[in-house]
């Protein structure tokens, strides 16, 4: 999977691993191994940064470059 975005994304937000760790409520030892590819990151985990970072998972995952999330459905 390629995570690049995860740094990148942090990155453009000035903000540092230990403080995403916080968000996600994990070590920075861990949200780092989620940075470099070593452990897949939970999609509960993903969908907490992409509310975060206010963008989609298909754009956090690379699989779009939309940023834009996708609008709320009412179910």
């Known amino acids: 999977m390629n995570i690049d975005r995860l740094k990148e994304i942090r990155?453009?937000?000035?903000?540092?691993q230990k403080e995403v760790a916080?968000?996600?409520?994990?070590?920075?030892v861990q949200y780092s191994?989620?940075?470099r590819g070593i452990r897949t990151i939970p999609i509960d985990k993903l969908a907490?940064?992409?509310?975060?970072?206010?963008?989609s998972i298909d754009y956090l995952l690379?699989?779009?470059?939309?940023?834009?999330?996708?609008?709320k459905t009412h179910i």
């Open 22 to 28: 916080k968000i996600l409520k994990i070590s920075q």
């Open 48 to 55: 907490i940064l992409a509310k975060y970072y206010n963008v």
């Open 11 to 16: 990155q453009d937000r000035d903000l540092h």
């Open 33 to 35: 191994r989620y940075e």
């Open 62 to 71: 690379n699989l779009t470059n939309e940023r834009k999330p996708y609008p």
